[in-house]
């Protein structure tokens, strides 16, 4: 079992920046993929940015590319999502989720364990 506790959600203005972290249980943490997806209010659950296991891979949604950067400290069981120029759009409860494999992993069914999220708004 896995369990994964995010911080560092809050009100920022627009053109801003946050970094979310992603704390996890477990004694294997350096084997799982980890992610972050993001869900605003009526619309569905997306994808932001995913990390390898070592941290040598990642990949980005487009509303990331460019302005986000995810990273992983093992050392630390933690994964961050570091969110630079913020728009209004951005504005979204923030999850982190873990995959029991060790590539980067995109597609939010492949993941196994999630957090229980953090909201993130960004005001204009």
């Known amino acids: 079992q896995v369990q994964l506790v995010e911080s560092g959600g809050g009100s920022v203005q627009a053109g801003g920046s946050l970094r979310l972290s992603c704390a996890a249980s477990g004694r294997t943490f350096n084997s799982y993929g980890m992610g972050w997806f993001r869900q605003a209010p009526g619309k569905e659950r997306e994808f932001v940015a995913a990390v390898s296991w070592s941290g040598g891979s990642t990949a980005y949604g487009d509303p990331a590319k460019g302005r986000f950067t995810i990273s992983r400290d093992n050392a630390k069981n933690t994964v961050y999502l570091q969110m630079n120029s913020l728009k209004p759009e951005d504005t979204a409860v923030y999850y982190c989720?873990?995959?029991?494999?060790?590539?980067?992993?995109?597609?939010?069914?492949?993941?196994?364990?999630w957090g229980q999220g953090t909201q993130v708004t960004v005001s204009s």
């Open positions: 989720a873990a995959a029991l494999m060790p590539r980067v992993v995109t597609e939010s069914h492949e993941y196994d364990y």
